[in-house]
């Protein structure tokens, strides 16, 4: 009773103090408000984000064999430390400064700028670094979806310089045309969150990796054969799913950009409904999908399937309706089962199916975004998907080209029989179970 007694009187004195207080200075603690209050959802999102890091790290550690379990790992903790320093180095001004409906922004480094906000002007409405923690935390997520799709046989380090090249220029330049102002902006395209800038671009860069890479070896025979490499840790893989649609609220919510209303606050919450259901739905269509062609239900179909859902609605994940979000998913989840037998028929060996989910379901979120968005219209879409696939596919092939002509990115055929883990790293990510254990 003391507790609440002490909270009434607190209360008392808030509101005796609001009612003496002037107009301008009410408008002040409200700017000032949502200054803290949007702050605090870039940071909040963001860490979301990064944890997505950690999901896709045991999705991909899940899907490989164990002698590669602990190279994935490697270049899963690397390629984000390497995204985050190159973001600050040249990819944020790339993308975010002075497009003015351009193709590119400027080059430089960021810094941040809080000067008016510490003089108690709050009319930029967040902290800058808040902003820059926020988005530097996608970029990890696309030079993320590369990683799972080339394991087993790229090596180290001219995927990590090709993820610095990714991080620092290619994702910025392409972001810009439509989150940075650029001229996508000025047509009317719409990527709320990014299915098409974020995902797509990831899946764009693995498409081309994978290619000039080439299949792993008895992957594909002669005769046209397809020879099944199961994942070692399908319980790893589904943590690393469930990770993912966690960080998925944060990849999503956060892409309001605003905390600091009621509407803001319901528009959020929104989101957050719509990206959970159509995740449901694209777990739902894969499982149904599976059982119908093949008899059983695959699980690693129902992970990608929930994935596939979660990409396919993150173009448009506010304006949707719960039956519309559902079913945006639900086709996602069908596209990854249908998409991943295609590129095996194509010979086209992506480990954890990370180009049909990301890249195939990018592209079906984004031109989806029409069907609830009356601001979105189909051939701005297509325009969009277009412009940006044609940009990213010729970049990501120039680099890997250029990779693979001077300083090679596939390992021997000696490091992939025996994994990279023991030819790259020198350990092993289970030894009880590997090589050593056969020395004791």
Same mark, same amino acid.
């Given at each position: 009773?003391a ?5 009434w ?17 009410q ?65 944020y ?12 922004? /400027?080059? +430089?480094? #960021?810094? $941040?700028?809080?000067? !008016?906000?510490?003089? %108690?002007?709050?009319? =930029?409405? *967040?902290? &800058? ?7 530097m ?62 995902? /797509?671009? +990831?899946? #764009?860069? $693995?498409?081309?990796? !994978?290619?000039l890479? %080439?299949?792993?070896? =008895?992957? *594909?025979? &002669?005769?046209?054969?397809?020879n ?110 249908l ?13 954890v ?6 890249l ?49 990115i ?6 992939e ?24």
């Amino acid at each position: 009773m003391a507790f609440t007694r002490k909270l009434w009187i607190a209360a008392a004195a808030i509101g005796a103090v609001g009612l003496g207080t002037t107009a301008p200075a009410q408008a002040q603690v409200a700017e000032e408000t949502a200054f803290i209050l949007n702050s605090f959802s870039f940071l909040v999102h963001g860490f979301l984000v990064m944890f997505m890091a950690a999901g896709f790290a045991m999705l991909e550690s899940g899907l490989v064999r164990t002698k590669n379990t602990a190279a994935i790992c490697l270049k899963n903790i690397a390629l984000y430390g390497i995204a985050g320093i190159l973001f600050y180095l040249t990819g944020y001004n790339l993308l975010y400064a002075g497009v003015d409906g351009g193709v590119i922004g /400027s080059l +430089g480094f #960021w810094s $941040a700028d809080d000067a !008016a906000a510490l003089a %108690g002007d709050f009319s =930029g409405g *967040y902290a &800058a670094a808040s902003d820059w923690f926020f988005q530097m935390v996608f970029v990890a997520t696309t030079a993320s979806i590369v990683s799972g799709a080339l394991a087993e046989r790229i090596r180290l380090w001219p995927f990590l310089l090709f993820t610095a090249l990714l991080s620092g220029f290619i994702y910025p330049i392409a972001g810009s045309w439509q989150w940075g102002g650029g001229w996508l902006a000025e047509l009317g395209f719409v990527d709320f969150a990014g299915s098409t800038i974020v995902h /797509s671009v +990831g899946g #764009w860069a $693995a498409l081309t990796g !994978a290619i000039l890479l %080439g299949a792993r070896k =008895g992957k *594909y025979t &002669a005769g046209g054969h397809i020879n099944p490499m199961p994942g070692a840790n399908l319980p790893l893989a589904t943590l690393g799913t469930f990770i993912l649609w966690l960080g998925w609220f944060g990849f999503n919510g956060g892409s309001q950009l605003a905390l600091g209303s009621a509407a803001d606050v319901i528009a959020i919450a929104t989101i957050y409904v719509n990206t959970n259901m159509a995740a449901a739905g694209g777990v739902v269509a894969a499982m149904a999908l599976t059982q119908i062609l093949h008899g059983k239900v695959d699980l690693t179909m129902a992970l990608n399937g929930a994935i596939a859902g979660l990409v396919s609605i993150t173009a448009g994940p506010d304006t949707p309706s719960l039956p519309l979000a559902i079913a945006i998913g639900a086709v996602g989840g069908a596209l990854v089962v249908l998409a991943v037998p295609m590129f095996d028929r194509l010979r086209i060996d992506d480990v954890v199916g990370a180009i049909s989910v990301h890249l195939v379901c990018g592209i079906w979120g984004t031109l989806a975004v029409p069907l609830s968005n009356p601001d979105a219209g189909f051939l701005t879409q297509l325009t969009g998907v277009v412009a940006i696939g044609a940009f990213v596919a010729a970049a990501t092939a120039i680099v890997w080209a250029v990779l693979k002509a001077t300083i090679g990115i596939r390992c021997s055929e000696e490091a992939e029989m025996i994994g990279l883990d023991q030819a790259e790293l020198g350990l092993e990510a289970y030894p009880e179970f590997g090589r050593g254990s056969q020395m004791i």
